[in-house]
């Protein structure tokens, strides 16, 4: 039995659906059997259709089949287990979509265990075996399990391919080689093999040392990391610390000022009352002296009269109220303009400090910064919106459209004196200070304007160069003429090549130390690039040459 056993077809013993040795068998109407589990997991997933197939044959029965264990069945697999009858290989013995199929199997095909160079066949193991017993199939070159082994063969000659053309560098077979490939350069695929194998070594030391190179790239940054956000936090405890004790200084000077006033009031009010008073008994006294100076002025008694005037006519010393100086609601007036006064300055302060603080924060950059953007849109994303500072403005200067826009004019403003007012050329800086990446766009009109960067200790009130945008060391300028555009630093001009546009761009990197005009229209194109380092937050500015000449920032979405 045993040995029928073993000459029997295993998968005749095998359920059709979970591919294993029947257990409790039954029998399909149509003649073929599974496991009683499997057929009713799989008949169960059918109730919907009121009909139910095969799993092997796809016979369909109406109504559902009651299915009995067949007993026959039972008993021979029992003694087929007995006598060495292995259960139909697993599932995943057989090749998927992705695996290198036997090339030997039938119907469902096994996974290949080898490829044979020499037969270019697959095989799974028990395919496999003629090449490990017969003597000339022992000398064959097996491999694991590759796909495509018919790429291996010479498309021209049907020849394996054996030979390596390194001056075409291609795998040729042994008659290429003295016909197409006749004086070139060819040697063995083992030889080329090893070569490249050689290579492929360094390739893969290479590679390892890249890995280690870029593992220790990958821990520095991480230390980075903690060491920048370890100084963040750090930074920000300290700054509100610093804060806190701002505020609390504040604080404690709006009390005094607060108390000092109430004092004052308590003060002033309590003198005002007390004089108050004075002149209300000095008003009751003058009252009751009238009251018998009118009743002596009645007396008939000529001898009486006189008797009584000496006394009834004397007035007691007046109340001095000279000093009675009345400013209805401007008592402590003075106060609020001192407090107005410190609070102008210290934004002016703020103001200033930020620009310094900020330019700090920005400074902090662990990698290189990015590279000079491209497109306008990519611009864009540094965009900083400019307004003017009316108190930089040249008397003649307009400003208007929220203090974007500068107009010359023929009369001047009245503005108010101002140390950082421009008394000689008309121009203006804006409120803002730069720092770290910004972008921002000038359009002008009329005769020649000049869009310009400068640090805000640029002269204000000398002539000529010392104030001038572009003609000191302290400001840099785009001059846009209708003819041609020129660049100005420290009063040297350097010409500029380009269309002439009613826009500029003008983007600032203050770290890397970059100034770039741009023409802008559809495209960007670059009219001059500055590169220096810039020691101080810079200030956009904007300088007018004739009357009727105008400058805007543009407000962009």
């Not at 003198?271 to 006294?285: A, C, D, N, P, S």
């Not at 020129?486 to 970059?514: E, M, Q, W």
Request: glycine share 4%; proline share 4%; charged share 25%.
């Amino acid at each position: 039995m045993a040995h029928q056993g073993s000459q029997l077809d295993r998968t005749k013993f095998c359920c059709s659906i979970c591919l294993d040795l029947l257990k409790h068998p039954v029998t399909i109407p149509c003649g073929h059997s599974s496991c009683m589990i499997c057929i009713d997991n799989f008949w169960d997933g059918e109730d919907k259709k009121e009909m139910y197939s095969c799993p092997q044959c796809r016979q369909t029965f109406t109504p559902r089949p009651v299915l009995m264990k067949n007993t026959l069945l039972v008993t021979l697999v029992e003694q087929l287990k007995k006598t060495g009858l292995q259960a139909a290989p697993a599932d995943h013995c057989y090749a998927g979509p992705e695996d290198v199929a036997c090339d030997v199997c039938t119907g469902r095909k096994l996974k290949a265990f080898k490829s044979c160079l020499v037969c270019l066949a697959s095989y799974c193991k028990k395919h496999l075996q003629p090449h490990h017993d017969v003597a000339p199939l022992k000398k064959h070159k097996l491999v694991d399990p590759l796909e495509k082994l018919q790429e291996n063969i010479c498309s021209h000659h049907d020849e394996v391919m054996k030979m390596f053309c390194r001056t075409d560098q291609q795998s040729i077979c042994y008659l290429c080689s003295v016909e197409e490939h006749k004086g070139h350069d060819t040697v063995s695929a083992a030889a080329e093999r090893t070569e490249k194998h050689i290579e492929l070594e360094g390739s893969r030391l290479n590679i390892h040392q890249r890995i280690q190179d870029r593992e220790k790239d990958v821990k520095l940054l991480q230390q980075e990391v903690e060491a920048v956000s370890l100084s963040a936090d750090k930074a920000v405890e300290d700054s509100e610390k610093i804060f806190t004790e701002l505020i609390y200084l504040l604080q404690k000077r709006s009390s005094d000022v607060k108390q000092q006033i109430r004092s004052q009031q308590e003060t002033e009010v309590s003198r005002v009352k007390e004089l108050q008073e004075k002149l209300q008994q000095e008003i009751t006294e003058l009252k009751r002296k009238n009251a018998e100076l009118k009743q002596l002025s009645r007396t008939e008694d000529h001898t009486q009269f006189l008797h009584n005037y000496h006394s009834v006519s004397q007035l007691s010393e007046p109340t001095d109220s000279s000093s009675i100086n009345i400013r209805p609601l401007r008592y402590f007036e003075d106060v609020t303009a001192a407090v107005s006064e410190l609070r102008d300055k210290l934004q002016d302060i703020l103001r200033e400090k930020w620009t310094s603080i900020s330019l700090a924060v920005t400074e902090v950059d662990v990698l290189l910064p990015p590279q000079e953007p491209k497109t306008r849109a990519e611009f864009l994303k540094y965009l900083h919106e400019i307004s003017l500072d009316p108190n930089t403005a040249y008397t003649q200067l307009l400003l208007s459209e929220g203090n974007r826009k500068a107009t010359f004019i023929k009369e001047k403003k009245s503005y108010s004196s101002h140390p950082d007012r421009f008394t000689y050329w008309c121009q203006a800086l804006s409120r803002e200070s730069l720092t770290g990446r910004c972008y921002w766009e000038v359009e002008w009109g009329g005769r020649q304007v000049y869009a310009a960067v400068a640090y805000k200790n640029i002269s204000r009130a000398m002539w000529w160069n010392a104030c001038k945008f572009g003609h000191n060391n302290n400001s840099w300028a785009l001059c846009c003429d209708t003819n041609c555009n020129k660049c100005f630093f420290n009063n040297i001009s350097t010409p500029v090549s380009g269309p002439v546009s009613s826009k500029v761009g003008v983007y600032l990197d203050h770290r890397a130390g970059i100034l770039s005009f741009y023409s802008v229209s559809e495209t960007m194109t670059l009219l001059h690039r500055v590169q220096t380092t810039f020691t101080q937050p810079l200030y956009a500015g904007v300088c007018l040459y004739d009357y009727g000449d105008t400058a805007e920032f543009c407000k962009l979405k």
